[in-house]
């Protein structure tokens, strides 16, 4: 019985610093070279903090920008944009580790998107800049003088790889576009920036958008063209339900690919030119698909025979098309696994309902030759007199 005290005391104990020492965050950050902060921020992605000094007064705001788990062979930066918010504007203070393994500070201006971060004078004055690499965490340290840009500031940080001691353009993420924020220098609160959370709620739109169009409904549509018409009770009822769910899937695609660009125009600088593509591919084809449907030759015409070898060929490819650029979609927007994990889900139970109706229909069509065969007349054609 006090084994069982001490082992549950224990276990009370244990659970009960768990979440304190998962929130020791920069609060209880001590910095080497004891210079003390009175402020401080958690930063909401990229592991990443700020701690600052704001004089009122003077307008000047001492700051340490640390970011955690950061290889040797990466660049980090923290910016103030004065004029509005997010990346383009912004007054970077950029840091790395060099190839000879020292450190290298500097301040970049950002013009626009797909910056090589290069050195140039800020629109505020900077004292003090230095950056220092331990344990993994590069922490950038300057004094700034902000007295013009008001004591709450739109702020930007941000991650990217360095080869050859060159910046590199930064990742593209879901942590990556979200790393900006608001921060109000007398209160300490912090916000993250209304545009992206806006955004990615269009990212999301976009992803079911297409995910139900080209992933879903467009399998869904080529599995009861191919498994109900084999059955005459279902002739002409197949073919209305694969044309409504094809040209569902159609619009439903049509609307996602327009999110789509509308998020490119949105993100000049950012492109990922495969999943572009893909979806370009994509609607070209799935247009060709609705004009074929028009054009389509009766059942007794010659072209008949070469219009099903085209419309297979394309749907078929519709749907490889689709799903691959679904999952390169998941690749981009970064979601929750249990996301991706459901469509995956789904595509299994389709194939696995394709599989299983191949094989009914395989049963009932050879059944159903057998029963033809078995009622041709004895003596025609047979044994008995070729036909006589």
Known sequence: MART????????LFTCLIPTSHAQTCAKHAFSNNRVFKSCSDLPVLNSFLHYNYDSVS???QIAYRHTGTA????VAWAINPTSKGMVGSQALVAYRMND???RAYTSPIAQYRTQLREGELSFDVSDLSATYENNEIIIF????VSRNGTTLNHVWQEGAISGNVPQMHGTSAANMQSMGTLNLISGEGGTIGEGSLRQRKQKIHGVLNAVSWGILMPLGAIIARYLKVFKS???AWFYLHTSCQLS???VGVVGWGTGLKLGSESPGIQYSAHRTIGIILLCLGTSQVFALLLRPKPDQKLRFYWNI????????????????IFKGFDILEPEKKWKNAYIGVIIALACNAVMLEAYTWFFLQRKRSESEGKIPYGINGAHGNGF
């Open 5 to 12: 005290l001490q082992l549950a005391s224990f276990l009370c």
């Open 59 to 61: 307008g000047k705001l």
């Open 72 to 75: 040797l062979s990466t660049w």
């Open 101 to 103: 393994g020292s450190m």
């Open 142 to 145: 300057a004094t700034l003088e």
């Open 234 to 236: 279902a002739d002409p």
């Open 249 to 251: 899937a159609y619009v």
């Open 310 to 325: 085209y419309h297979h060929l394309v749907g078929y490819g519709v749907i490889i098309l689709g799903v691959i650029n």
